[in-house]
């Protein structure tokens, strides 16, 4: 591909001489960049030919901007009427960018021949002689407008603000003009620059700093929540990656295709929507959603609202075979999970009559047929022709009524569309038979369409102003445009963006069943998967994830990403959401000998920084178990915890404790602390303060880590055997029981904690009445090893 198009240039470039393009003002260099673009060479060519039939003996660099302007930046669309403007050009009516910019404007909107040239003209200003008079008025007002901050300024207010307003008022005026005009009154009122005028202006920055400074001493507010406290949006957070087009004016984007039945059918499609924004979002109900699909979730349903739109949630069910009712329970559960409300909630065979419809008309303008040839000889790039190609319309209606009927047995024959898709497939399947009961309509159907003939005629049906894909489907952005065109439907627009993807990771539904079923996690679920399914099982909060779709944002590449980056989203929602409490994995028995007069229980605050959000009160006895690791026998300098030479703190308590004596078992492992407490207010401030329970829960505790040895599982150069071969064997640790304090004992599925000093944990699904079980969402620090 690359040699043909590289032999297509060297082709473009023999045809056309550099000079052609100089002799009009292009630098040799940016002729030569615009020969290898063959499209736009010849479109260039054309427009130099046409001009020097239109009287010019040569070119000038003015009416040759203007050219290139047209060649270049003309939308596919309204190309036809590049005769016009290069009449106009060539004749002078057209002298400026501000001219051409809105003559294209005005076709844009105006797109159908014939063209309204009075209209054209009336609206690009042909004919229009703006007198130096009007432009020193114009100026007069505006400087009339601003002429108290201008004085309070001077020459620190910025001029553009009066050139742009003078421009509003004459639209085709010369900018040189108002510019000059600008000066010389601006120069007038305030007379020539002083010294101060000279200063560098001090800028908002630096007039901050001081206050930046103390700021950054004060707790910041959460960068995923506004200063009201609520969470930001996904478009906040994302930001304005692409500019959309507005309601109705879909004939504005690049590639889509204009009729004569266009903007009578958009017209309709406004009335229909009431000018406002309807977005869709379409799974197939064959799996459980994941990650990257929570980026499309945030984008068609925040797009949507923050434009106040709708939502769609429409079930791809078009294929009956793979589709299961837990499937569509489990999209509506995530979407609602994630914090969305779908508008409605439809399903691709709601249109099953509709879309039969569509093909019938298909078949009858000659842009379909009944195909007899294999499924395996028709995949791939470059197979046969159909022999079936040119078979008459009738016969393919008959034979398509058969595949209706149940006359034609399954993988005979299919519904074939006469068209090439971008990507170089030609024909693709529009129907094909499955005797197969669909989940809804029975057995009144056993023929189905495919995606490539349902997407665009669903969102047609639905009157879908924005159709939002991932890039792979940039390639059937043709097909989408000339199939709805071709049945006489309304064509929305698509727009495509890329997919989210994360490392050490596989969210294939087919590779994900396949470690389902070899024993490698136990459910979709599995907080070891990036379902979403298995992300609220492990705890992770939906607005950290809607922050993590935001902060990814919206572009045209693919994007994969290390899992510590979804992490890092995890922790800041959870560091203000989620109440402390204290945990002992590994626990170690300390014994207080003079507990005395000690409190029984201790107050303990849910966030420690910020009091006012309430607290809980814990057990305070003789027995305390500590984690094993806070206690060694001896310390050196930068041991900060328990050791016998060493005293520490207990969080919360207000005492420090001091080992007396070491109790070990037969094989030598200290198995109890006997210590003493004092008051921390009656002894020097201890070097550390560690957590610690009284009367604890016994849970049960999982501990995850990624489930993948290598960043790419699926790449066979990176593992040859297979990602079944790169499972990491200690991906999940089980602590049968570990102590948790019992603030948590009446916690309730997916409740959220910090146990303090451990990490981030959630109350799992096989908790029972005798034991509770969390996992480990994240360590409350990012393991270095990640990076």
């Not at 994969?560 to 109440?579: F, G, K, T, W, Y």
């Not at 790419?712 to 570990?738: C, R, Y």
């Amino acid at each position: 591909m690359r040699v043909e198009k590289e032999a297509r240039c060297s082709r473009t470039m023999a045809a056309i001489d550099v000079s052609l393009f100089t002799g009009i003002g292009l630098s040799e260099q940016k002729a030569k960049e615009t020969i290898k673009n063959e499209h736009v060479s010849q479109l260039l060519k054309l427009a130099i030919e046409q001009a020097k039939r239109c009287g010019l003996s040569s070119v000038d660099k003015d009416v040759g901007k203007l050219l290139y302007n047209v060649a270049t930046r003309l939308k596919k669309q309204i190309q036809s009427h590049q005769g016009l403007l290069v009449d106009y050009i060539a004749t002078k009516k057209i002298t400026t960018e501000l001219q051409l910019n809105a003559a294209m404007d005005y076709l844009l909107h105006n797109p159908l021949p014939p063209v309204d040239t009075t209209r054209l003209e009336q609206e690009s200003g042909v004919g229009v002689a703006i007198t130096p008079e009007q432009v020193e008025e114009a100026v007069e007002e505006v400087m009339e407008k601003y002429k108290k901050e201008l004085l309070e300024k001077r020459y620190n207010f910025s001029a553009g603000i009066l050139m742009g307003e003078a421009r509003n008022k004459l639209k085709f005026a010369d900018g040189k003009m108002i510019k000059n005009e600008v000066d010389m009154q601006v120069l007038h009122l305030l007379g020539p620059k002083t010294e101060a005028d000279r200063q560098k202006p001090v800028t908002k920055k630096a007039e901050n700093t001081k206050q930046n400074e103390s700021r950054s001493k004060e707790p910041q507010t959460e960068s995923f929540l506004n200063p009201d406290g609520s969470i930001k949006s996904f478009m906040q957070v994302a930001g304005e990656a692409v500019h959309f087009h507005k309601v109705g004016e879909n004939y504005k984007t690049d590639g889509y295709v204009i009729n004569e039945h266009t903007m009578e059918r958009l017209k309709k499609h406004v009335e229909a929507v009431k000018g406002k924004v309807h977005s869709r979002f379409p799974p197939e109900p064959n799996g459980i959603l994941h990650i990257g699909h929570a980026k499309a979730i945030n984008f068609n349903f925040g797009f949507a609202k923050a434009m106040g739109g709708f939502t769609y949630l429409r079930y791809d069910d078009t294929n009956p075979e793979k589709e299961e009712e837990k499937f569509f329970t489990a999209i509506l559960d995530m979407v609602q999970w994630l914090g969305y409300q779908p508008f409605k909630v439809t399903h691709a065979s709601d249109y099953f009559q509709e879309l039969y419809d569509f093909a019938v008309v298909l078949i009858k303008k000659g842009f379909a047929y009944v195909c007899h040839m294999k499924s395996d000889d028709i995949k791939g790039f470059n197979p046969p022709d159909s022999p079936w190609r040119n078979r008459s319309k009738e016969e393919s209606l008959r034979l398509f009524e058969d595949m209706k009927a149940g006359k034609i047995a399954e993988g005979e024959a299919t519904l074939r569309m006469k068209h090439i898709l971008e990507e170089g497939k030609k024909d693709p399947v529009a129907y094909r038979i499955k005797f197969t009961p669909h989940h809804r309509t029975g057995d009144k159907w056993c023929i189905y369409p495919t995606y490539d003939f349902t997407h665009c005629l669903c969102d047609s049906l639905e009157n879908i102003t924005h159709s939002l894909c991932t890039k792979e489907f940039q390639s059937r952005r043709s097909s989408y445009y000339w199939l709805c065109n071709i049945v006489d439907a309304y064509c929305p627009v698509q727009w495509e963006y890329g997919r989210l993807n994360l490392n050490y990771a596989v969210v294939s539904k087919r590779k994900i069943g396949k470690l389902i079923s070899e024993g490698h996690v136990r459910d979709w679920d599995d907080p070891r998967l990036f379902t979403l399914t298995a992300l609220r099982r492990r705890g992770f909060p939906p607005e950290a994830i809607n922050y993590f779709c935001g902060k990814v944002g919206v572009t045209m590449s693919q994007t994969i990403l290390h899992p510590s980056m979804l992490e890092a989203c995890v922790r800041e929602v959870l560091n203000v959401s989620a109440p402390r409490a204290m945990a002992v994995l590994d626990p170690l028995k300390v014994t207080i000998t003079n507990f005395g007069d000690a409190p029984n229980d201790v107050n303990v605050p849910n966030f420690p920084a910020n009091e006012a959000k309430g607290s809980h009160r814990v057990p305070f006895t003789a027995t305390v178990f500590i984690e094993r690791d806070d206690f060694r026998e001896k310390s050196d300098k930068n041991y900060k915890r328990l050791s016998t030479d060493q005293p520490v703190g207990l969080r919360h308590t207000g005492y420090v404790i001091t080992v007396e004596k070491v109790i070990k078992d037969d094989d030598g492992n200290v198995c109890e602390l006997l210590a003493s407490c004092k008051r921390s207010a009656e002894t020097d401030k201890p070097k550390g303060f560690i957590h610690w329970v009284c009367e604890p829960l016994v849970c049960e505790v999982r501990l995850y880590e990624i489930l993948f040895h290598h960043k790419h599982p699926e790449d066979k150069n990176v593992v040859p055997g297979g990602f079944l071969t790169d499972i990491n064997k200690n991906s999940m640790q089980v602590i049968p029981n570990a102590y948790v304090d019992v603030s948590v004992k009446n916690a309730k599925l997916y409740d959220r904690f910090q146990f303090e000093r451990v990490g981030f944990f959630t109350v799992d699904r096989d908790t029972t009445s005798t034991k509770m079980v969390f996992n480990r969402t994240v360590t409350l620090k990012e393991d270095p090893g990640k990076k």
